[in-house]
Structure formats: structure tokens, C-alpha cells
T-cell receptor
Framework: EAGVAQSPRYKIIEKRQSVAFWCNPISGHATLYWYQQILGQGPKLLIQFQNNGVVDDSQLPKDRFSAERLKGVDSTLKIQPAKLEDSAVYLC???????????FGPGTRLLVL | AQSVTQLDSHVSVSEGTPVLLRCNYSSSYSPSLFWYVQHPNKGLQLLLKYTSAATLVKGINGFEAEFKKSETSFHLTKPSAHMSDAAEYFCVVLGNSGNTGKLIFGQGTTLQVKP
């Protein structure tokens, strides 16, 4: 079974630029999560999708971050414009319907200069 | 609100000696608890989970954890450390009751294994 796929693996941008990350969850998984992991900390949830609907985006900085999951499968997370403090690893995870265990992708490491 | 506290930011053991990574939780209801491991430049991997069945949970690679409600603890142990166990370990609580919900992570414990 293929795992959660993410791209790119690494990205370096300058502040005020835009960046987008892509995630393809495990086939058949209804729930998709984006987490932000700042160096030295545990991951924090940014947004949770159930199929193509948003369940929880309370921690998403909506003035600069956006995410979509249009067809209920893959998802894109965008930052526009980026700030220095957005430097982090962005992790995507997915879970089956009514399943507690989340499976994580390898993450995208973002460095904002 | 649910939370977890990992009591050690860094643990160092010698290869072949026992491992103990400590975690305390706070939850207003019976929690679902997890331990995840993160090797450098790799994704998070589930080691084990507790979901109100047996209090002693066995996971992969010889790890196990015991849920102690009276102590609000969920410590991770392994009888004998291997060099490949060196990694970052996260204690995690499920944020919402019921089914899918956000995971709330501790700050992490770095496990160093010395030869």
C-alpha cells in the first residue's frame, strides 16, 4: 500500500514570496490533515479536511495560509506572502473513515530567507 | 482541553540498556494516546496506541507503553536499546472525543543511543 506522498521535499524562498505544497493521501482515506512542525517542537494542526470539507481550521493563519481539497483526494497548502517565522516542516497526514490512527507523509521542509 | 507533557527533552542510554521515555497527559475524558517516532529527515511513524483496551500496549520494534490513569502517565519503554532507536519520540493525545480529530503532540524527546 502506497503511503502519503508530499512534494516538494525541500523549498527555499525569500520572505514575501508565495509557495505551495502538495499532498496525496493514502488511497481511500477520507480525512486529511496539514500540520506545521517548527524546529524543536511537536507538530501543530493547521487544517483538517473530511473529504473535501473543512472540519477544523482554527489554527490556520488565514491572512496568509490557504488550503484546498477540491475533489476530496489530494490537497494543496499555500502560503502567500511567506514570513520568516513560516520556516518549518509541513506534514500531511491521512486517516480512514472514523479511524483514529493518522499516517504521515515525509514532509516538506520550508526555509524562508 | 487535552495536552501531553514529555518530561525529558533529551535521554541518553547505552546500547543494550533499557529505555524509558516519560509522558504525562491531561484529559477531561478517557483519552486515546499514541507514541510516534521521527527519524531524521523521515516522516512520523506510529509506534503504538492506547484506546481504552488493555492498559499495557505493545508496539513495533520491541517498544511498549503502560497507561496509568491514577498517575495520568503513558511512559514508553524498551528492554534493550538498539542503535537504530536513536530518533525523536513524540507522545500524542487525540484532541477530540470519538473518532477522527486533531493530534496534540508533546514537545518531543530526543533519544541518543551510545555504542
Amino acid at each position: 500500500e502506497a503511503g502519503v506522498a508530499q512534494s516538494p521535499r525541500y523549498k527555499i524562498i525569500e520572505k514575501r514570496q508565495s509557495v505551495a505544497f502538495w499532498c496525496n493521501p493514502i488511497s481511500g482515506h477520507a480525512t486529511l490533515y496539514w500540520y506545521q512542525q517548527i524546529l524543536g517542537q511537536g507538530p501543530k494542526l493547521l487544517i483538517q479536511f473530511q473529504n473535501n470539507g473543512v472540519v477544523d481550521d482554527s489554527q490556520l493563519p488565514k491572512d496568509r495560509f490557504s488550503a484546498e481539497r477540491l475533489k476530496g483526494v489530494d490537497s494543496t497548502l499555500k502560503i502567500q506572502p511567506a514570513k520568516l517565522e513560516d520556516s518549518a516542516v509541513y506534514l500531511c497526514a491521512s486517516a480512514g473513515w472514523r479511524e483514529e490512527t493518522q499516517y504521515f507523509g515525509p514532509g516538506t521542509r520550508l526555509l524562508v530567507l | 482541553a487535552q495536552s501531553v507533557t514529555q518530561l525529558d527533552s533529551h535521554v541518553s542510554v547505552s546500547e543494550g540498556t533499557p529505555v524509558l521515555l516519560r509522558c504525562n497527559y491531561s484529559s477531561s475524558y478517557s483519552p486515546s494516546l499514541f507514541w510516534y517516532v521521527q527519524h531524521p529527515n523521515k516522516g512520523l511513524q506510529l509506534l503504538l496506541k492506547y484506546t481504552s483496551a488493555a492498559t499495557l500496549v505493545k508496539g513495533i520494534n520491541g517498544f511498549e507503553a503502560e497507561f496509568k490513569k491514577s498517575e495520568t502517565s503513558f511512559h514508553l519503554t524498551k528492554p534493550s536499546a538498539h542503535m537504530s532507536d536513536a530518533a525523536e519520540y513524540f507522545c500524542v493525545v487525540l484532541g477530540n472525543s470519538g473518532n477522527t480529530g486533531k493530534l496534540i503532540f508533546g514537545q518531543g524527546t530526543t533519544l541518543q543511543v551510545k555504542p
